[in-house]
């Protein structure tokens, strides 16, 4: 029985809207169906509209209003707007998807989740980042138990960019998050070459931040300058993840897709002489269903949500502590 196919409307027909969810949806012919979109440029959308025979409405409030859609993606960058969009789209009885950052604060993010939870309908935040190859290799690692008790967690990313780097950033904070294995994070301390207090999506610049869980391992997040090597180790990169137990270290290579897995390597260092064994997770993680398979099934079954209101909030709450700890240049008792 072929599963009940989703009708969409598309918030936001830039790159975002166009480039990711768009492909998406085409990825998931079978399981959605884009009707309409809008955007604040009226010639982004009816471009987009033409492109893929969808009808373009005359305003992101129309687009919220039609009752043939089910399901409102607000795909617009950068995220001022989806406050408005979400809580506006949970009073008409639609379920949404919120690119990420998921909002410009911590008080939006509750707002979209109590108007969510009134309305009885789903709120699901885009961090398509949990299913790059390297993230499910260390998810993996961690929750599987084979490095032993979990002491230290390193998840940072080099890249070269100005401005705020709050859009990729995020990416980073939500997947650090998500490694906690369900543990609240009580301590916070970071560093930030350029935070800016009074409004943090404004913070520029390279930034690391170590948090602690209340059973005491240390995580390592951050956006760290590119490493263009020296006389010891030429044009060397980092490792993507470092994962630190009382049985073991892995080392995990930045690695994005699917199609790469096989040519990047694991690198495991026991302490206790044992075998990590055959990493068969690389074909079974990778197998897992995505973002919008899992987002069907939560909507037509009941399933869980791929990635929860709440875990976008997670994530914008902890950037905010990250900009405060720099600003006051001291470590934050947190409950995470």
Same mark, same amino acid.
Not at 69 to 76: F, M, S
Not at 152 to 173: C, K, L, M, Q
Not at 224 to 239: D, K, R, S, Y
């Given at each position: 029985?072929?599963?009940?196919?989703?009708?969409?409307?598309?918030?936001?027909?830039?790159?975002?809207?166009?480039?990711?969810?768009?492909?998406?949806?085409?990825?998931?012919?079978?399981?959605?169906?884009?009707?309409?979109?809008? $955007?604040?440029?009226?010639?982004?959308?009816?471009?987009?509209?033409?492109?893929?025979?969808?009808?373009?409405?005359? +305003?992101?409030?129309?687009?919220?209003?039609?009752?043939?859609?089910? #399901?409102?993606?607000?795909?617009?960058?950068?995220?001022?707007? =989806?406050?408005?969009?979400?809580?506006?789209?949970?009073?008409?009885?639609?379920?949404?998807?919120?690119?990420?950052?998921?909002?410009?604060? $911590?008080?939006?993010?509750?707002?979209?989740?109590?108007?969510?939870?009134?309305?009885?309908?789903?709120?699901?935040?885009? =961090?398509?980042?949990?299913?790059?190859? $390297?993230? #499910?290799?260390?998810? =993996?690692?961690?929750?599987?138990?084979?490095?032993?008790?979990?002491?230290?967690?390193?998840?940072?990313?080099?890249?070269?960019?100005?401005?705020?780097?709050?859009?990729?950033?995020? =990416?980073?904070?939500?997947?650090?998050?998500?490694?906690?294995?369900?543990?609240?994070?009580? /301590? %916070?301390?970071?560093?930030?070459?350029?935070?800016?207090?009074? *409004?943090?999506? /404004? +913070?520029?610049?390279?930034?690391?931040?170590?948090?602690?869980?209340?059973?005491?391992?240390?995580? *390592?997040?951050?956006?760290?300058?590119?490493?263009?090597?020296?006389?010891? #180790?030429?044009?060397?990169?980092?490792? !993507?993840?470092?994962?630190?137990?009382?049985?073991?270290?892995?080392?995990?290579?930045?690695?994005?897709?699917?199609?790469?897995?096989?040519?990047?390597?694991?690198?495991?260092?026991?302490?206790?002489?044992?075998?990590?064994?055959?990493? +068969?997770? %690389?074909?079974? /993680? %990778? +197998?897992?269903?995505?973002?919008? *398979?899992?987002?069907?099934?939560?909507?037509?079954?009941?399933?869980?949500?791929?990635?929860?209101?709440?875990?976008?909030?997670?994530?914008?709450?902890?950037?905010? %502590?990250?900009?405060?700890?720099?600003?006051?240049? !001291?470590?934050?008792?947190?409950?995470?």
């Amino acid at each position: 029985m072929a599963a009940e196919r989703i009708k969409v409307g598309l918030a936001g027909c830039g790159g975002a809207g166009r480039n990711i969810h768009m492909f998406q949806f085409g990825r998931h012919a079978d399981l959605y169906e884009v009707v309409a979109c809008a $955007d604040v440029v009226a010639a982004s959308a009816e471009k987009l509209a033409a492109d893929y025979g969808l009808r373009a409405m005359e +305003s992101v409030s129309a687009l919220v209003a039609d009752p043939e859609i089910e #399901l409102i993606v607000a795909a617009t960058k950068p995220p001022v707007t =989806h406050r408005d969009i979400a809580v506006a789209a949970a009073a008409a009885g639609k379920h949404v998807v919120v690119e990420k950052p998921m909002a410009t604060s $911590d008080a939006e993010c509750a707002e979209m989740v109590a108007a969510s939870a009134a309305a009885g309908k789903i709120l699901a935040v885009h =961090h398509n980042r949990r299913w790059d190859v $390297d993230f #499910l290799n260390a998810r =993996h690692v961690v929750e599987s138990g084979v490095l032993g008790e979990m002491r230290f967690v390193r998840n940072e990313y080099t890249a070269g960019f100005e401005g705020s780097p709050y859009d990729w950033g995020i =990416h980073i904070i939500d997947q650090t998050m998500a490694l906690s294995r369900g543990k609240k994070f009580v /301590e %916070l301390s970071a560093t930030f070459s350029a935070p800016t207090c009074a *409004d943090p999506l /404004e +913070s520029e610049g390279y930034f690391t931040c170590r948090l602690r869980t209340e059973d005491g391992v240390a995580h *390592d997040c951050g956006m760290l300058p590119p490493a263009n090597g020296n006389v010891f #180790l030429p044009g060397a990169m980092t490792p !993507r993840f470092a994962l630190f137990g009382t049985e073991g270290v892995v080392y995990q290579t930045w690695c994005q897709r699917p199609q790469d897995a096989f040519g990047k390597t694991l690198s495991f260092q026991s302490t206790t002489g044992k075998a990590l064994g055959d990493p +068969s997770f %690389l074909r079974t /993680e %990778l +197998s897992v269903p995505d973002f919008y *398979d899992r987002l069907h099934t939560a909507i037509r079954e009941g399933g869980p949500v791929p990635v929860t209101g709440e875990d976008g909030r997670r994530a914008v709450r902890a950037w905010e %502590l990250i900009c405060q700890s720099a600003c006051e240049g !001291r470590t934050l008792e947190v409950s995470l």
